[in-house]
């Protein structure tokens, strides 16, 4: 009709209004608003998995964890990745996810809690604390996990794949300890990275045949005795001369022992083994917080060896020998094992390959998009595919200059770059009261489902059990409470 806009008629008298308020709008199921077409709309938040809060468009409840998610078929992996400025409420979401599927039976596993977030919470849920450190408690590199014993139990077909993927995993992580431990990679030259893989293999026959897992210094007396075999493959012409070739790779395990920079955590049995069929936390805060060297090794460490009981456990469901179960494996502050040493992103991304195979879901957690920026680009490649195959994710509050970064992984509208600048603002003193408000972005998240869904902004608030079990500011209680006095 001639004159007939959104907003009436654009005429004298026509009723036209400049301005139209919007409708006060609810949250009901479709059975609930059934009569009221055609004043309802459906909404694209799926009501699956963890309940994390509302949405702070429309109110609505806001769901979503990895393992539910992929179960459901929403996404395409159980993995996801949680990223936020400091105080934003990071391990609160995580917490959240993992008291939720905890009580459908999967089991979390915090592999490496630093300062410690999550202990109260595996307590809370029945679960097992592992304290890691210096004179605390020793995790073995080359154990191949809880369930190590049982691999005799396997047809022969699974049991030689099993012990084919526990060697590889002891490579890899003593190799990341050398690397981490002598700021530098394997010499192939010196066929370094070979002597090991060997070495690894002769410790593993000789130590199982007394009934015990190998240890570092195993390693150490494998490689002095110069075999044979060791000696063509750096085609050494005598013992003499490999001792000379392999001499840097022997300075550098023994420097990983007991009088080395991360005494006695690394050179010692298992302390404790961990129990795959309950939750387990392994409580690194024991250790010094500057000691980022010493953290990030054993960050590395435990992820392997939780790793290595997962899969195994995996292995004997498949053999009818244990029951299925699942898994949930935090891999909190990333950030702290990147800095530490960049040559990790390699063990980190070796050991996240293969999780959806292995019935294993995911949440790495760091901070910015600046953790993933390494001095390569080969190196920022791999480490920002962490985000990439991560198939949710949760953002919480991030400076301006982090928008360009994180859209080199996936797009963001105007919008949606703006809110998550939004909440990285800090807490203000409202000047009529002299009351303390807290940062706008404490407890707000936004999580994106794939490149093209839209963000889904929620608010979370904490439960007074969640209170009670997940306090990250426990150590300035007494100084905060003096401060509202």
């Given at each position: 009709m001639p004159g007939l806009t959104a907003k009436g008629f654009d005429m004298a008298d026509g009723g036209r209004c400049s301005w139209v308020e919007a409708p006060p709008e609810f949250a009901a199921t479709s059975a609930?608003?059934?009569?009221?077409?055609?004043?309802?709309?459906?909404?694209?938040?799926?009501?699956?998995?963890?309940?994390?809060?509302r949405n702070t468009n429309n109110g609505s409840v806001v769901c979503g964890d990895p393992i539910s998610l992929f179960i459901r078929g929403t996404i395409s992996s159980p993995s996801g990745f949680i990223m936020g400025l400091n105080g934003r409420g990071k391990s609160s979401v995580t917490?959240?996810?993992?008291?939720?599927?905890?009580?459908?039976?999967?089991?979390?596993?915090?592999?490496?809690?630093?300062?410690?977030?999550?202990?109260?919470?595996?307590?809370?849920?029945?679960?097992?604390?592992?304290?890691?450190g210096p004179g605390i408690g020793s995790v073995n590199p080359l154990d191949a996990g809880p369930l190590w014993n049982r691999v005799d139990e396997l047809p022969v077909a699974k049991?030689?794949?099993?012990?084919?993927?526990?060697?590889?995993?002891?490579?890899?992580?003593?190799?990341?300890?050398?690397?981490?431990?002598?700021?530098?990679?394997?010499?192939?030259?010196?066929?370094?990275?070979?002597?090991?893989?060997?070495?690894?293999?002769?410790?593993?026959?000789?130590?199982?045949?007394?009934?015990?897992?190998?240890l570092l210094g195993d390693l150490v007396?494998?490689?002095?005795?110069?075999?044979?075999?060791?000696?063509?493959?750096?085609?050494?012409?005598?013992?003499?001369?490999?001792?000379?070739?392999?001499?840097?790779?022997?300075?550098?395990?023994?420097?990983?022992?007991?009088?080395?920079?991360?005494?006695?955590?690394?050179?010692?049995?298992?302390?404790?083994?961990?129990?795959?069929?309950?939750?387990a936390c392994f409580d690194v805060s024991g250790v010094d917080i500057s000691d980022e060297m010493m953290r990030a090794a054993i960050q590395i460490v435990c992820w392997a060896y939780g790793q290595a009981g997962v899969s195994a456990a995996k292995t004997l469901a498949v053999a009818g020998l244990e029951p299925e179960r699942h898994h949930l494996m935090i891999m909190d502050e990333l950030w702290q094992t990147l800095r530490a040493s960049e040559l990790l992103v390699h063990?980190?991304?070796?050991?996240?390959?293969?999780?959806?195979?292995?019935?294993?879901?995911?949440?790495?957690?760091?901070?910015?998009?600046?953790?993933?920026?390494?001095?390569?680009?080969?190196?920022?490649?791999?480490?920002r595919g962490f985000l990439e195959r991560s198939s949710v994710k949760y953002f919480g509050g991030l400076a301006r200059n982090e928008m360009e970064l994180l859209e080199q992984v996936l797009p963001l509208s105007q919008r949606e770059k703006d809110l998550l600048v939004e909440w990285s603002a800090e807490g203000?003193?409202?000047?009529?009261?002299?009351?303390?408000?807290?940062?706008?972005?404490?407890?707000?998240?936004?999580?994106?489902?794939?490149?093209?869904?839209?963000?889904?902004?929620?608010?979370?608030?904490?439960?007074?059990?969640?209170?009670?079990?997940?306090?990250?500011?426990?150590?300035?209680?007494?100084?905060?409470?003096?401060?509202?006095?």
């Open positions: 609930q608003t059934a009569g009221l077409w055609p004043y309802c709309v459906g909404t694209s938040s799926p009501l699956i998995g963890a309940p994390l809060g917490v959240r996810i993992c008291i939720y599927l905890s009580s459908l039976s999967f089991v979390p596993l915090i592999l490496g809690d630093l300062k410690p977030d999550y202990v109260g919470m595996i307590k809370e849920i029945g679960g097992q604390v592992i304290r890691v049991r030689n794949e099993l012990l084919s993927e526990i060697h590889t995993r002891r490579v890899n992580t003593v190799r990341g300890l050398l690397e981490l431990a002598r700021g530098r990679g394997l010499d192939t030259e010196k066929q370094e990275p070979t002597v090991l893989s060997m070495a690894v293999r002769v410790a593993t026959v000789r130590a199982e045949a007394e009934g015990r897992q190998p007396t494998a490689i002095r005795e110069a075999p044979a075999e060791m000696q063509a493959v750096t085609l050494a012409n005598d013992a003499a001369e490999f001792r000379a070739e392999s001499k840097s790779l022997v300075k550098g395990l023994i420097g990983l022992l007991e009088d080395g920079p991360f005494g006695d955590v690394f050179c010692k049995p298992t302390t404790r083994q961990m129990q795959v069929d309950r939750p063990q980190i991304d070796a050991l996240t390959r293969l999780n959806r195979q292995k019935g294993l879901g995911q949440i790495m957690i760091t901070h910015t998009m600046k953790d993933l920026t390494l001095s390569t680009e080969q190196l920022s490649e791999i480490a203000a003193t409202d000047p009529r009261t002299g009351q303390s408000l807290p940062p706008p972005g404490r407890g707000r998240f936004m999580m994106k489902l794939g490149e093209n869904a839209p963000g889904v902004p929620f608010k979370m608030n904490l439960t007074d059990t969640e209170h009670r079990i997940h306090d990250t500011n426990e150590a300035w209680v007494e100084a905060m409470a003096r401060a509202r006095a």
